[in-house]
């Protein structure tokens, strides 16, 4: 009998292995992916696009350029930079292309982001202007009704707001704050500020810092980096409802 268990054992402890191994193989390849709330999503929504090109903005030397492509332009740049701190990014275009209002929320609606940035541009006032959508707070439900699903995180989206504004301003620039209607925003089921980047003004207010110079986008674009990195760290920026 001894000699007989020796004779089976080495053959059983193979089977064994390879029953482990195979299980393992089967358990790699139907590997669930990593949790959603373990990726910290951000959408950057490039307004306009394609036949809308926004607002006309003067260059330093007179010409023009759409505000269609200076908002791509920070979505890129933005991008990148937040790639690099090691946030998941989400955008709305990627190129001049069109998409309205419903599109850009589906979008957004559909990653899940912890927070949307919608990027405006404009020749009119000083500094960055960040707009929050004006509908009064209602509470998260399962269902939101599209057109005012943002009132369930309009609450959020102020305390975005005033992480951005932070961050701006210890970039020495000048901010304003303001609530408004946002069409795509209002549909968005996450914290999003619609940010509109003007020319800054000099302490005298005599020379303006026009919308292509490279240092003021460098500026505006580092600034909102660190305010994500910020909004990342705080407690108020909560996993968003599926």
Not at 122 to 134: I, N, P, R
Not at 180 to 209: F, Y
Not at 226 to 235: E, H, L, N
Request: neutral net charge; contains cysteine; aromatic residues 4%.
């Amino acid at each position: 009998m001894p000699s007989t268990d020796r004779t089976r054992r080495p053959g059983l402890r193979r089977l064994v292995g390879l029953l482990a191994a195979l299980a393992g193989s089967l358990t790699a390849g139907a590997q669930a992916p990593p949790p959603q709330a373990a990726r910290f999503v951000v959408v950057l929504d490039a307004a306009h696009g394609g036949d809308d090109a926004g607002a006309t903005l003067t260059n330093q030397d007179g010409s023009r350029q759409p505000e269609k492509n200076f908002t791509l332009a920070l979505s890129v740049r933005l991008r990148s930079l937040l790639a690099a701190r090691g946030f998941a990014v989400v955008t709305t275009r990627e190129s001049d292309a069109a998409a309205d209002g419903d599109t850009r929320a589906a979008i957004a609606n559909r990653a899940l982001p912890r927070a949307c940035l919608s990027l405006h541009a404009s020749d009119s006032g000083s500094g960055v202007h960040l707009f929050v959508s004006s509908l009064s707070p209602v509470e998260k439900t399962l269902l939101l009704p599209w057109k005012t699903a943002q009132g369930a995180w309009v609450t959020d989206s102020l305390a975005l707001a005033g992480v951005l504004n932070s961050a701006l301003g210890h970039a020495g620039m000048t901010v304003t704050l303001g609530r408004t209607a946002l069409p795509a925003v209002d549909s968005m089921t996450c914290p999003a500020v619609a940010v509109e980047i003007a020319p800054e003004m000099t302490a005298d207010h005599a020379q303006p810092t026009h919308l292509d110079d490279a240092g003021y986008q460098a500026r505006v674009a580092d600034a909102l980096a660190a305010a994500m990195v910020q909004w990342r760290s705080t407690s108020r920026a909560e996993a968003p409802q599926p």
